[in-house]
């Protein structure tokens, strides 16, 4: 045996090998169990409000035959390989005894090519069937969304057109000019005619798509001049790793908010003078903490290190005796008063932009207006069914992306810029529910990566009702003022003028 | 300038220029060398290694995706703490996501494909003896090796890699507070970007000043070979876009290290506070990044199809179908590709109107790209073709570029991106179009001229083998993943398992993550066949495919200046195959036909710097490159 041969059944064998132990190891992760598991692992990283993953749903005979077929796939194309190996090791022999051997492993590949193309479109038509199921198409939950769809119908189509032919060529003439030493190859350098033909059907075509596309793009980003009328506005806020929901309050204004306000009582920095009054304290409190930590830098702090160091020297405890000869050396060489010095620094920053604001009439009155004491914060978005609706975004720290597949929805949340999508819902998470599924919820995902929990950073968003809407307001909290008994909140709004004047001002959210 | 336009009789004889040889020692040759070949052979092994380090990441972290809740106590071995009982820590995936994107994108497929190919073939190619700076040339190829040893040196820092994607797109990248990657990993990662862009601007300097100058006689412009029209075009736009990405990544270093706000504004960070910075915009990072990134990816590209026209050509032994087209197509590709940075940020907040114009211009590049994909089909037909494995590969290419090429119709439209944005439609998308499809360019071209480079052929068997299991790899790995983004699936997600509505997709993971370990085992067949033959492959023959163009004609042995005697003169174009008025199916550009004048007449630019790069200056030569622009057409 030659060794080539010997070398390619050895990779046979150890495909077979790494097969078997993928299933193997597959078999032991039916997917019916991943939800114990995942649950009874320990994850730090991973929020509270934690969605167990659903066993029910993980069990469908659909999805078992699914994963069967899958694997089968996965078989068939092992086995595939083996037969080529085989043949083309056959033709090497071959190539030995006749001395043609680029004929015959030609052949091999030539048929090869062939073979490729009927699987290959059986698998992709096999995708289209089934996993096609499962797209979002056709089924959106946003008005736009329905323009949307068909936009995409078309792309789709005629991509799909293009595809088949285009592949179907090309496989076919690898399969039909396979090299025969009695033939020769037609010296066919250019035909202009043909050149300017298939150049002209595809502009043409994309000259279609690209009109649709703009009638569809404007109709989408310019929502609200297409829609004269009220919007109900709610800023949406994302932060590292969640969102929050603001909704006017009674007076149907968003009041200011700025990441200069943020403190641990006011999460989204609302301009509500009583908790900057104590943010300020607290800020002057921390500098003047750091002033003495600086100090006392290379005496009391450094030999309360060393105790602690040689307390836990003491219990064998060497993971905190890492992190605190960690602390050590930082303040030896100097780290830590960097670090302190830079404290001191920001803060003060952030005291003399707070001070700005305050001690400039104009600022101060239309900063600190009473809009901001009575807005509610929620954990989740209700918006009601056909009603225009205007999410206007805000980050606290980095870039997020707010998106809403069922709505075919979604925008950046920059911070320092504000940003805003407008849409109309169209189908109520009860209608949903009925489409989808019991379990179906619709959800604001994070895509834009923010970090370490950035898969897990989502917002139930409901559809319901106006009157549902109303009532479910009443129950959120207003941090700010002692909820009014009985009054009758109206729903959040601005009219879209006023909107669009106000995105120039930067924190100003009204 | 004595490298001026010349009359190309007055170069006929420089053979005796060459009589000395330097004495040569371990380290000029195969470590310090000047020599444009052994140059390309550092940066393919550079290359191949940094490819075998890209894809063992994604391997390593496709098991995080598709058995979310196993261990595998061999990832704690091989990562310690990042791995704590055998599961990836989610820090630890985004960074392997991140240098993963980074090492394929820039180390993989601009260095290692351009910087092996350009460098092999532009003087080989177009009739020179080295390139036009030889000392230049090594400075680039040892810039990136420096920077491949830089960006490998973050897996060392206590805090990780960086890790907030390949596109670090700042306050994120900006903040080491935001996530742990964004600290000492992140300013490695930007150090090693920077000597990336010196050596990458070094290279591309050296490609242009070479094919526009040192030609040799009757290499015209329109006889040149598409491989080095589409290197050159890829320097052209590395030179013109790379700088800006220098400016963006400076930019950011500001930011991180001296306080400044250009990309930062109105920021609250957990356990920190608010920040000073304001007035800055992250948007503006995006810009100068993507005014890189859009070009970058036909830098990736275009050498791949050069390449593919190359091999397409030969091995279906046609002349490719309309060569001008081609260069057409090229040229247009180049030019718009500048101008359609903004289909990557049509979500990010700014102006809907920027968004229709960009999504204009990126529909229009459609049209140049049906234009090559048709003219490739046209080659191949009634072709009489040989199944090389780099003919496997070019095939391959081409059906991986019509994939990945439709779904970029859908992205490039700003109304539907709306919806696909940042989801698996677009990691299905580029790594068909730009990953898969380049890689096998760079396959094809390693399989074409491995015998020129190393004087020995690869096996053809395992070639073969390592083709078909490849493409089947890629289509089971990339395809599925369209629909995975059409449902809903979000990229750069770490875990699915915690959103029920994405369990579906579970056993279409474990799918994916089978096929792409399938694909792994695969290259090690390369990796076999590859080093197994460059010491003990059968000897190839000078011209073992029987090619037209210039590179086969200097006989097995690598010598400095390429030549033993003259520089041939070329008399043709270089896809002169199957001729009708010849019994032989090719026809080298270097052959003397029947009736076809003695010399090729008219002004032809030529410059023969002598192999050691003592006869003209590297100076002169790059700025006489400026005057032959100018006279490009007459050529
Ligand atoms: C071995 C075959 C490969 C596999 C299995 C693979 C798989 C993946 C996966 C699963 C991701 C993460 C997607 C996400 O969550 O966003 C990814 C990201 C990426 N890959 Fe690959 N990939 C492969 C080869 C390549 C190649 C050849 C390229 C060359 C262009 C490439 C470029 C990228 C880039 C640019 C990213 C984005 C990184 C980021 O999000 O920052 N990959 N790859
Ligand atoms: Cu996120
Ligand atoms: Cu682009």
Redesign the pocket.
Same mark, same amino acid.
Request: charged share 15%.
């Given at each position: 045996m030659n060794t080539i041969f010997k070398k390619t059944l050895k990779f046979a064998l150890a495909l077979v090998v790494i097969f078997t132990a993928a299933t193997l190891l597959t078999d032991s992760v039916d997917i019916s169990d991943v939800s114990t598991v995942h649950l009874k692992a320990e994850k730090p990283w991973v929020g509270a409000d934690e969605y167990a993953y659903d066993p029910g749903q993980a069990d469908t005979p659909e999805k078992a035959l699914a994963s069967k077929i899958n694997w089968t796939i996965l078989i068939f194309v092992i086995l595939m390989i083996l037969v080529l190996a085989n043949a083309l090791d056959i033709s090497k022999y071959t190539a030995k005894i006749t001395g043609r051997e680029t004929v015959n492993q030609n052949n091999v590949n030539k048929w090869v090519f062939l073979l490729f193309l009927i699987l290959g479109f059986a698998g992709v038509i096999w995708e289209y069937i089934n996993h096609g199921k499962l797209i979002l198409l056709n089924d959106s939950s946003s008005e736009h969304g329905v323009a949307y769809d068909s936009m995409f119908s078309i792309t789709l189509i005629l991509t799909s057109i293009v595809f088949f032919i285009t592949q179907f060529l090309l496989f076919i003439f690898s399969f039909l000019y396979s090299y025969d030493k009695n033939r020769k190859a037609l010296y066919y350098a250019h035909n202009n005619r043909l050149e300017i033909i298939w150049t002209f059907i595809p502009a043409v075509v994309l000259t279609i798509l690209v009109l649709r596309g703009h009638q569809t793009w404007k109709s989408v980003v310019y929502a609200e001049e297409y829609h004269k009328g009220k919007i109900n506005t709610i800023e949406v806020f994302a932060y590292q790793f969640g969102w929050k929901a603001r909704y006017a309050g009674q007076d149907g204004m968003l009041g200011v908010a700025d990441y200069k306000f943020i403190s641990g009582t006011n999460e989204l920095g609302l301009a509500v003078k009583s908790e900057v009054d104590a943010l300020l304290i607290e800020l002057k409190e921390q500098i003047a903490d750091d002033q003495k930590t600086i100090k006392n830098l290379n005496t009391t702090v450094l030999d309360g290190l060393m105790a602690d160091y040689a307390a836990a020297d003491g219990v064998k405890d060497y993971k905190s005796m890492e992190s605190i000869q960690k602390e050590i050396d930082a303040v030896k060489n100097g780290d830590r008063l960097d670090e302190l010095e830079e404290s001191i620094e920001r803060k003060q920053k952030q005291i003399e932009r707070i001070l700005a604001i305050q001690n400039d009439k104009k600022l101060f009155v239309s900063t600190f207006t009473p809009a901001s004491m009575d807005d509610i914060i929620a954990q989740e978005i209700h918006i009601a069914k056909d009603s225009l609706v205007t999410f206007n975004f805000r980050s606290k720290d980095i870039i997020h992306s707010a998106w809403l597949p069922h709505f075919r929805a979604q925008m950046n949340v920059v911070p320092g810029m504000p940003t805003k999508f407008t849409f109309r819902p169209t189908k109520t998470t009860a209608e949903a529910k009925k489409e989808f599924g019991p379990e179906f919820e619709y959800y604001l995902y994070c895509n834009k990566i923010c970090g370490v929990s950035h898969f897990n950073m989502k917002i139930k968003v409901v559809v319901e009702s106006q009157a549902e809407v109303d009532a479910w307001l009443k129950t959120q909290q207003t941090p700010f003022t002692k909820k009014p008994e009985a009054a009758p909140i109206p729903a959040i709004m601005s009219d879209s003028t006023q909107m669009t004047n106000d995105t120039l001002k930067r924190v100003a959210l009204r | 300038m004595s490298t001026a336009t010349i009359d190309s009789h007055a170069v006929g004889h420089h053979g005796d220029a060459h009589g000395h040889h330097h004495k040569e020692t371990f380290i000029t040759k195969y470590i310090f060398s000047t020599d444009h070949k052994m140059i390309s052979k550092q940066y393919l092994i550079t290359g191949i290694i940094m490819g075998c380090l890209?894809?063992g990441m994604? #391997?390593l !972290?496709?098991l995080q #995706?598709a058995w979310p809740d196993e261990t595998f106590p061999f990832l704690e071995s091989l990562l310690g703490k990042w791995a704590k009982g055998g599961k990836l820590d989610p820090n630890y995936y985004m960074a392997l @996501?991140?240098i993963?994107?980074t090492i394929? @994108?820039f180390y993989? #497929?601009t260095a290692g494909l351009s910087g092996t190919f350009s460098n092999l073939l532009i003087p080989l190619q177009c009739g020179a003896r080295d390139m036009a700076s030889p000392f230049m040339n090594m400075l680039s190829y040892w810039f990136f090796f420096l920077s491949s040893v830089v960006l490998m040196s973050s897996f060392f820092v206590e805090t990780g890699p960086a890790s907030s994607?390949?596109?670090v797109y700042p306050p994120l990248s900006a903040l080491s507070k935001a996530m742990p990657g964004s600290g000492v990993g992140t300013t490695l990662w930007l150090m090693a970007i920077v000597l990336f862009i010196v050596s990458a601007l070094l290279g591309g300097i050296n490609y242009i000043t070479t094919v526009l100058n040192m030609r040799t006689k009757g290499m015209s412009m329109n006889r040149l070979p598409l491989t080095i029209w589409a290197f050159f075009l890829t320097a052209v736009l590395g030179l013109l876009s790379f700088p800006v990405l220098l400016g963006a990544g400076l930019l950011l270093i500001f930011d991180r290290s001296f306080g400044t706000s250009f990309y930062l504004s109105d920021i609250h960070l957990n356990g920190v506070g608010a920040l000073t910075n304001s007035g800055g915009s992250p948007v503006l990072y995006q810009h100068l990044f993507w005014f890189l990134g859009h070009p970058e990816v036909y830098i990736?590209l275009m050498p791949a199809l050069g390449i593919s026209s190359e091999v397409i050509s030969t091995n279906a032994r046609k002349p490719i179908f309309g060569y001008t087209a081609m260069i057409i197509s090229l040229l247009g590709i180049s030019f718009l590709s500048f101008i359609v940075w903004g289909h990557h940020m049509f979500i990010t907040g700014m102006n809907p109107f920027l968004g229709t114009m960009f999504m204009y211009v990126t529909l229009i590049i459609a049209v140049p790209s049906a234009v090559k994909t048709f003219n490739y089909l046209a080659t191949l037909w009634k072709g009489n073709i040989r199944f090389t494995p780099a003919m496997l590969f070019a095939i391959g290419l081409v059906s991986l570029f019509i994939s990945g090429g439709l779904t970029g119709i859908y992205l490039g439209n700003a109304a539907l991106d709306i919806q696909l944005h940042d989801s698996y439609f677009v @990691?299905a998308h !580029?790594?068909l179009v730009?990953?898969?499809a380049?890689?096998f360019g760079m396959f094809a071209g390693i399989y074409h001229w491995f015998p020129k480079m190393y004087g020995r052929m690869m096996n053809k068997t395992l070639g073969s083998l390592h083709f078909w299991l490849t493409f089947i790899s890629a289509y089971l @790995?990339f395809f599925p993943m369209h629909f995975m983004g059409l449902a809903g699936v979000p990229?750069?997600?770490y875990q699915f398992s915690l959103i029920p509505e994405f369990g579906i997709w579970m056993d279409v993971n474990v799918l994916i993550t089978v096929a792409?370990w399938l694909?792994?085992v695969a290259q090690l067949l390369f990796i076999y066949n590859f080093f197994y033959s460059i010491f003990k492959g059968p000897v190839a023959s000078t011209n073992p495919w029987e090619s037209n163009t210039l590179e086969w004609s200097t006989g097995l042995k690598h010598i400095h200046g390429n030549w033993e005697g003259d520089i041939p003169t070329v008399y043709r174009g270089p896809h002169e195959y199957s001729r009708p008025d010849r019994e032989l199916d090719y026809f080298p550009q270097y052959e003397k036909g029947n009736g076809e004048p003695e010399h090729y007449h008219g002004p032809v630019t030529v410059a023969d710097t002598s192999y050691d790069g003592k006869k003209e200056k590297a100076s002169t030569v790059f700025f006489s490159s400026f005057a032959h622009l100018f006279a490009l057409k007459r050529a």
């Amino acid at each position: 045996m030659n060794t080539i041969f010997k070398k390619t059944l050895k990779f046979a064998l150890a495909l077979v090998v790494i097969f078997t132990a993928a299933t193997l190891l597959t078999d032991s992760v039916d997917i019916s169990d991943v939800s114990t598991v995942h649950l009874k692992a320990e994850k730090p990283w991973v929020g509270a409000d934690e969605y167990a993953y659903d066993p029910g749903q993980a069990d469908t005979p659909e999805k078992a035959l699914a994963s069967k077929i899958n694997w089968t796939i996965l078989i068939f194309v092992i086995l595939m390989i083996l037969v080529l190996a085989n043949a083309l090791d056959i033709s090497k022999y071959t190539a030995k005894i006749t001395g043609r051997e680029t004929v015959n492993q030609n052949n091999v590949n030539k048929w090869v090519f062939l073979l490729f193309l009927i699987l290959g479109f059986a698998g992709v038509i096999w995708e289209y069937i089934n996993h096609g199921k499962l797209i979002l198409l056709n089924d959106s939950s946003s008005e736009h969304g329905v323009a949307y769809d068909s936009m995409f119908s078309i792309t789709l189509i005629l991509t799909s057109i293009v595809f088949f032919i285009t592949q179907f060529l090309l496989f076919i003439f690898s399969f039909l000019y396979s090299y025969d030493k009695n033939r020769k190859a037609l010296y066919y350098a250019h035909n202009n005619r043909l050149e300017i033909i298939w150049t002209f059907i595809p502009a043409v075509v994309l000259t279609i798509l690209v009109l649709r596309g703009h009638q569809t793009w404007k109709s989408v980003v310019y929502a609200e001049e297409y829609h004269k009328g009220k919007i109900n506005t709610i800023e949406v806020f994302a932060y590292q790793f969640g969102w929050k929901a603001r909704y006017a309050g009674q007076d149907g204004m968003l009041g200011v908010a700025d990441y200069k306000f943020i403190s641990g009582t006011n999460e989204l920095g609302l301009a509500v003078k009583s908790e900057v009054d104590a943010l300020l304290i607290e800020l002057k409190e921390q500098i003047a903490d750091d002033q003495k930590t600086i100090k006392n830098l290379n005496t009391t702090v450094l030999d309360g290190l060393m105790a602690d160091y040689a307390a836990a020297d003491g219990v064998k405890d060497y993971k905190s005796m890492e992190s605190i000869q960690k602390e050590i050396d930082a303040v030896k060489n100097g780290d830590r008063l960097d670090e302190l010095e830079e404290s001191i620094e920001r803060k003060q920053k952030q005291i003399e932009r707070i001070l700005a604001i305050q001690n400039d009439k104009k600022l101060f009155v239309s900063t600190f207006t009473p809009a901001s004491m009575d807005d509610i914060i929620a954990q989740e978005i209700h918006i009601a069914k056909d009603s225009l609706v205007t999410f206007n975004f805000r980050s606290k720290d980095i870039i997020h992306s707010a998106w809403l597949p069922h709505f075919r929805a979604q925008m950046n949340v920059v911070p320092g810029m504000p940003t805003k999508f407008t849409f109309r819902p169209t189908k109520t998470t009860a209608e949903a529910k009925k489409e989808f599924g019991p379990e179906f919820e619709y959800y604001l995902y994070c895509n834009k990566i923010c970090g370490v929990s950035h898969f897990n950073m989502k917002i139930k968003v409901v559809v319901e009702s106006q009157a549902e809407v109303d009532a479910w307001l009443k129950t959120q909290q207003t941090p700010f003022t002692k909820k009014p008994e009985a009054a009758p909140i109206p729903a959040i709004m601005s009219d879209s003028t006023q909107m669009t004047n106000d995105t120039l001002k930067r924190v100003a959210l009204r | 300038m004595s490298t001026a336009t010349i009359d190309s009789h007055a170069v006929g004889h420089h053979g005796d220029a060459h009589g000395h040889h330097h004495k040569e020692t371990f380290i000029t040759k195969y470590i310090f060398s000047t020599d444009h070949k052994m140059i390309s052979k550092q940066y393919l092994i550079t290359g191949i290694i940094m490819g075998c380090l890209g894809m063992g990441m994604s #391997l390593l !972290f496709r098991l995080q #995706l598709a058995w979310p809740d196993e261990t595998f106590p061999f990832l704690e071995s091989l990562l310690g703490k990042w791995a704590k009982g055998g599961k990836l820590d989610p820090n630890y995936y985004m960074a392997l @996501v991140t240098i993963h994107g980074t090492i394929m @994108v820039f180390y993989v #497929l601009t260095a290692g494909l351009s910087g092996t190919f350009s460098n092999l073939l532009i003087p080989l190619q177009c009739g020179a003896r080295d390139m036009a700076s030889p000392f230049m040339n090594m400075l680039s190829y040892w810039f990136f090796f420096l920077s491949s040893v830089v960006l490998m040196s973050s897996f060392f820092v206590e805090t990780g890699p960086a890790s907030s994607g390949w596109t670090v797109y700042p306050p994120l990248s900006a903040l080491s507070k935001a996530m742990p990657g964004s600290g000492v990993g992140t300013t490695l990662w930007l150090m090693a970007i920077v000597l990336f862009i010196v050596s990458a601007l070094l290279g591309g300097i050296n490609y242009i000043t070479t094919v526009l100058n040192m030609r040799t006689k009757g290499m015209s412009m329109n006889r040149l070979p598409l491989t080095i029209w589409a290197f050159f075009l890829t320097a052209v736009l590395g030179l013109l876009s790379f700088p800006v990405l220098l400016g963006a990544g400076l930019l950011l270093i500001f930011d991180r290290s001296f306080g400044t706000s250009f990309y930062l504004s109105d920021i609250h960070l957990n356990g920190v506070g608010a920040l000073t910075n304001s007035g800055g915009s992250p948007v503006l990072y995006q810009h100068l990044f993507w005014f890189l990134g859009h070009p970058e990816v036909y830098i990736i590209l275009m050498p791949a199809l050069g390449i593919s026209s190359e091999v397409i050509s030969t091995n279906a032994r046609k002349p490719i179908f309309g060569y001008t087209a081609m260069i057409i197509s090229l040229l247009g590709i180049s030019f718009l590709s500048f101008i359609v940075w903004g289909h990557h940020m049509f979500i990010t907040g700014m102006n809907p109107f920027l968004g229709t114009m960009f999504m204009y211009v990126t529909l229009i590049i459609a049209v140049p790209s049906a234009v090559k994909t048709f003219n490739y089909l046209a080659t191949l037909w009634k072709g009489n073709i040989r199944f090389t494995p780099a003919m496997l590969f070019a095939i391959g290419l081409v059906s991986l570029f019509i994939s990945g090429g439709l779904t970029g119709i859908y992205l490039g439209n700003a109304a539907l991106d709306i919806q696909l944005h940042d989801s698996y439609f677009v @990691v299905a998308h !580029f790594h068909l179009v730009m990953g898969s499809a380049s890689i096998f360019g760079m396959f094809a071209g390693i399989y074409h001229w491995f015998p020129k480079m190393y004087g020995r052929m690869m096996n053809k068997t395992l070639g073969s083998l390592h083709f078909w299991l490849t493409f089947i790899s890629a289509y089971l @790995v990339f395809f599925p993943m369209h629909f995975m983004g059409l449902a809903g699936v979000p990229r750069r997600y770490y875990q699915f398992s915690l959103i029920p509505e994405f369990g579906i997709w579970m056993d279409v993971n474990v799918l994916i993550t089978v096929a792409a370990w399938l694909g792994g085992v695969a290259q090690l067949l390369f990796i076999y066949n590859f080093f197994y033959s460059i010491f003990k492959g059968p000897v190839a023959s000078t011209n073992p495919w029987e090619s037209n163009t210039l590179e086969w004609s200097t006989g097995l042995k690598h010598i400095h200046g390429n030549w033993e005697g003259d520089i041939p003169t070329v008399y043709r174009g270089p896809h002169e195959y199957s001729r009708p008025d010849r019994e032989l199916d090719y026809f080298p550009q270097y052959e003397k036909g029947n009736g076809e004048p003695e010399h090729y007449h008219g002004p032809v630019t030529v410059a023969d710097t002598s192999y050691d790069g003592k006869k003209e200056k590297a100076s002169t030569v790059f700025f006489s490159s400026f005057a032959h622009l100018f006279a490009l057409k007459r050529a």
